[in-house]
């Protein structure tokens, strides 16, 4: 028996869709702090929710029967909402936006999942770009739920594994019983926009231009979060691109492209920086430089300074990275800055010093 298998028997049997419909039940989970921080406790008590008598669980009732329970949201995808969402939570678009989830997925009359993240102690995450690679009902399922939500889905067959099914786990025809929580929904921009980044030219309207940039700084900002460096510095070098053909109609379109370009130019040299590529972050500084004055922007003086220091140019180095602690006294990485370049001194000073020695020896 493979490890999931054992796993999935270890749960408690007993549960059953007659004891929701009737005095309620206890259930134990099987958690991790991960979990816990989503709200599930190890022992649950039903009675403890409102309606109760209205939770499904898939263990004793025919799905035929669980249908007139729940509602038919898109065309085969049956929906019965678990725990709301709070009034405020972002619904759920597949197209632009990162969405991390856990799921349980029953045939009829399993007593355990054939499939759960949360038995695999870990949450599935979609991207925008991946969702060619997830059934169709899933995504339609999770298409009409919101950030914090969970609920019971019964989906057709036609929409999961058809007529062949997956054996030996899923038998062919076998409709689907799915509980979905949605744990968190992230804005990273809109698919179809960040595909037209990678046309060869681009030469775009300034609002059409500033469509795309949106979506791509998002992107970019998911990426760079996720500490993908390489793959954010893709896109902001693109970005710069589609900025420097976007024709412009205005004195305002340009004073605002000029804005888009300073801080996309900054986000890129951040990345160069961290990737310790002095000379490329050194190059962007000069092109800020040429669209405004950096002498009150702390985070591109310290950009500077780091590139100058790893360059060896130690006085100009020294002066952008003072000038930016000046304006922001209490940011720990300028400071921090300060100190290697302190030590980088002392060190080429300590050799400089032993160089000139060895030349006078006699």
């Known amino acids: 028996m493979d490890e999931f298998m054992q796993r999935t028997r270890n749960m408690k049997s007993g549960v059953k869709i007659s004891d929701f419909l009737g005095e309620g039940a206890k259930f134990e989970i099987e958690t991790t702090e991960e979990d816990a921080n989503y709200d599930y406790s190890s ?87 991946e969702t060619d690679q997830i059934l169709e009902g899933m ?16 989906i057709s067959y036609r929409k999961m594994f058809k007529e062949q099914g997956c054996e030996p786990r899923v038998l062919p025809n076998a409709d689907i019983f799915c509980d979905l929580k949605v744990i968190k929904v992230e804005e990273i921009g809109d698919q179809s926009n960040i595909d037209q980044l990678k046309e060869p030219t681009l030469q775009k309207a300034f ?11 998002l992107r970019a900002k998911s ?9 954010a510095i893709k896109i902001y070098e693109k970005i710069v691109q589609l900025l420097q053909f976007c024709k412009t109609k205005s004195d305002d379109e340009k004073r605002e492209l000029n804005e888009m370009m300073i801080q996309n130019f900054t986000n890129l040299g951040i990345c160069y920086n961290l990737r310790d590529n002095p000379n490329k972050t050194i190059s962007i500084v000069q092109q800020i430089e040429a669209l405004t004055s950096i002498n009150k922007n702390s985070k591109i003086l310290f950009m500077k ?14 002066i952008a990275l ?10 720990n990485a300028i400071g921090k800055e300060l ?19 060895k030349l006078f020896i006699k």
């Open 139 to 154: 995504l339609d399922a999770l298409g009409t739920m919101k950030a914090g939500e969970q609920s019971y889905f019964l």
């Open 223 to 231: 990426l760079f979060e996720n500490r993908k460096i390489e793959s």
């Open 43 to 129: 022992e649950i008590d039903f009675n403890n929710f409102p309606g109760s008598e209205d939770h499904l669980i898939p263990l004793d009732v025919p799905f035929s029967e669980l249908k007139l329970k729940m509602n038919e949201v898109v065309q085969d995808v049956w929906k019965k909402i678990y725990i709301e969402a709070p009034k405020t939570a972002i619904s759920v678009d597949l197209s632009r936006h990162r969405v991390t989830y856990h799921r349980n997925l029953y045939m009829e009359a399993d007593s355990h999942p054939f499939d759960s993240t949360w038995l695999n102690k870990k949450p599935h995450i979609i991207n925008p770009h």
């Open 305 to 318: 300074g780091k590139a100058l220091r790893l360059l060896g140019d130690y006085k100009p180095a020294s």
């Open 339 to 357: 100190q290697i370049l302190d030590a980088s001194i002392s060190s080429y000073k300590d050799i400089s010093k032993k160089f000139a020695d």
């Open 322 to 331: 003072e000038q930016a602690y000046r304006l922001s006294p209490m940011n």
């Open 207 to 217: 609002q059409d231009a500033k469509v795309i940039y949106n979506d791509g700084r």
